[in-house]
């Protein structure tokens, strides 16, 4: 009779633990990857690049970003690394981002590093590109997490009779997350993509607008959820001092 009564008791707790699993399962759910779009977005960024050299710049960007019909808030960040054009065709940049998620209840910031690998070269008024961006991802109360992110795409100089004509241009980026992914996924590597039209509006040599549609679609574990987004980005370049205005004034500042 014990040694029934001791099956039994096995027999429970086994069954105890079976049960216990889904409900585990679900409490440690993963959040949601806080860069999601949701809704019509509008996205707006500027960026700053400062002449060092010939083929060095110091780049800074600042970036806010709307969601919900453009009614939300969800991310801001800023963006800064040393540009070296190393070929005419090559640009390495390493880069720091540090982001905050205000009204997120689960993630309230991360931090970023970034190595952004750009080929790119003139066919005429054509300039196919590549952009292979490797990030490390600290975000939050989550693990650290790797991600790859590849963007062809291709740029045509339109063929208008003006001293700076406009460009058009369109990419599509993937986003591959290399190992474990602390975010809710649909379950494969391959997790978000970008696709992106857009027109360069040249203002000056040191100065465009560059309005453009974009959409974002992710990877959920209930499928593929793509929103849209308009975006406007802002490009202000200061150029390099030449030798003679760096030379220091006689009669003081």
């Not at 640009?91 to 540090?98: A, D, K, M, N």
Request: net charge positive; with cysteine.
């Amino acid at each position: 009779m014990t040694t029934r009564r001791h099956i039994v008791c096995v027999i429970a707790m086994l069954c105890s633990c079976v049960l216990s699993v889904p409900v585990r399962a679900q409490q440690q759910e993963e959040p949601e990857d806080p860069e999601n779009e949701k809704q019509i977005g509008l996205w707006l960024d500027q960026g700053i690049s400062t002449g060092l050299s010939s083929n060095k710049s110091l780049d800074v960007e600042f970036y806010e970003r709307f969601d919900e019909g453009a009614s939300n808030l969800f991310e801001y960040f800023v963006q800064g690394g040393l540009a070296f054009r190393l070929r005419p065709w090559f640009t390495l940049i390493p880069i720091y981002r540090y982001q905050r998620f205000p009204g997120n209840p689960t993630i309230a910031y991360e931090s970023r590093v970034q190595l952004n690998l750009t080929l790119s070269t003139a066919r005429g008024p054509w300039r196919p590109t590549l952009r292979t961006l490797i990030e490390g991802r600290f975000v939050d109360n989550r693990p650290a997490s790797a991600r790859l992110r590849f963007r062809p795409g291709v740029e045509y100089t339109l063929p208008l009779r003006k001293a700076l004509p406009p460009v058009l241009v369109v990419n599509n980026e993937f986003f591959i997350v290399a190992g474990y992914n602390p975010f809710a996924n649909g379950g494969s590597s391959y997790t978000q993509n970008r696709f992106q039209v857009g027109v360069r509006l040249p203002i000056a040599d040191s100065f465009s607008v560059r309005p453009y549609y974009l959409l974002q679609s992710v990877n959920l574990p209930s499928g593929w959820d793509t929103n849209e987004i308009f975006g406007i980005s802002l490009a202000f370049r200061v150029p390099r001092k030449s030798k003679s205005s760096e030379a220091p004034n006689p009669e003081g500042p």
